[in-house]
């Protein structure tokens, strides 16, 4: 019995140690739980971002081909129904009411659902540059508290129209800007696509472009249309580079740019190719969709899981024409909540919605 009661003792003496070395090791063994699990979570919740975009390259159509009517009424007109060269458009997440840059009426039109004309929510119609006037306005951009921000081409500057009012004030003061086709606030910065001197501003100061028009990879060659990924490679900025038929991918910091639809300098009616890109958008699961204005449709260009070259029309025959199948030079493109695709038919004077196939 006493030799068995030393080995207990003996045994009990070292499981301290051994408890010891259990709490030595289980901090350690925690920690490469705590670091291997965020890449674990990481790559499940990649791959649950990844898989939609992987059904979006899936050779089923996703959207009808057959468009609706949302505004406008195919003829060109300044009463409250009607559109005059619509260009491009935003569309609110929440209540999918459009916002529409009525270019030629030189005015900001709200369109709400369902609805049979538009309420004017900035512009006179007079193409003056008083601060209630708008001068052949190319974009609108809607922030989270219903103010509007305005691409006035003709004025050469941006305008703010605080929600519900219609007095703009000119943000663009000193950015020394030409005429302004796109605009998008993100991060607390106001980003304006310059089609004159062939760069992306931001706050005023140039991001994208030399401000010289040119073909090579730090350049632009006179730009209608932007968007900012503000989801994935955030502050990353596509642009529809126009004279060059491409869309150019621009990541922060980087002086030159990478093509990602389109090829350099040819004008083309191919799936990778392009003729005078005017507007590009990104989904929530970064897809591209761009304007491909002279070839008359839509072109769906996916970024992940892997970077497709090749588009897919989603919009459009790429034949102009004033059916519910056809587009006419458009200009501009955005999407609802619902994936829901609303295009600028500029040439039909029309808002063409195409639904989303689930």
Do not use: E
């Amino acid at each position: 019995y006493p030799q068995q009661q030393r080995l207990q003792l003996q045994r009990h003496q070292r499981h301290p140690q051994q408890q010891r070395l259990q709490l030595q090791r289980h901090p350690q063994q925690k920690q490469r739980q705590h670091q291997r699990h965020p890449q674990q979570q990481q790559r499940r919740h990649r791959r649950r971002q990844l898989l939609p975009c992987k059904h979006f390259v899936s050779n089923s159509w996703m959207w009808n081909s057959t468009g609706i009517t949302v505004a406008g009424t195919g003829s060109s007109g300044s009463g409250t129904n009607q559109l005059n060269q619509p260009w491009n458009l935003f569309v609110d997440q929440t209540t999918s009411v459009i916002y529409i840059a009525d270019s030629l009426n030189n005015r900001i039109v709200k369109w709400l659902p369902n609805a049979t004309s538009g309420i004017v929510v900035a512009g006179t119609g007079n193409p003056t540059s008083a601060s209630t006037d708008l001068n052949t306005p190319k974009d609108v951009f809607a922030d989270s508290s219903g103010n509007l921000y305005v691409a006035d081409s003709g004025n050469q500057r941006v305008q703010f129209f605080a929600n519900g009012s219609t007095v703009g004030t000119t943000v663009s003061t000193s950015w020394g800007c030409g005429n302004i086709f796109g605009v998008y606030v993100y991060n607390s910065k106001i980003y304006g696509c310059d089609f004159t001197k062939s760069v992306i501003w931001a706050n005023g100061t140039g991001v994208v472009g030399t401000q010289v028009a040119g073909s090579g990879s730090n350049q632009l060659n006179q730009p209608q249309g932007f968007t900012i990924d503000a989801l994935y490679n955030k502050s990353t900025v596509y642009v529809a580079n126009s004279m060059q038929h491409t869309v150019v991918q621009f990541v922060p910091g980087s002086p030159t740019g990478t093509i990602v639809a389109g090829t350099n300098g040819v004008k083309s009616s191919a799936s990778n190719g392009l003729n005078f890109p005017v507007a590009v958008k990104m989904d929530s699961v970064a897809n591209l969709f761009i304007v491909d204005n002279n070839n008359h449709r839509i072109q769906l260009y996916c970024r992940y899981p892997f970077v497709n070259t090749t588009g897919r029309t989603i919009a459009g025959t790429g034949v102009l024409g004033a059916s519910a199948t056809q587009l006419d030079y458009p200009a501009g493109v955005a999407l609802d909540s619902s994936l829901n695709l609303y295009v600028a038919d500029t040439s039909n004077n029309r808002i063409q919605k195409f639904m989303r196939i689930a």
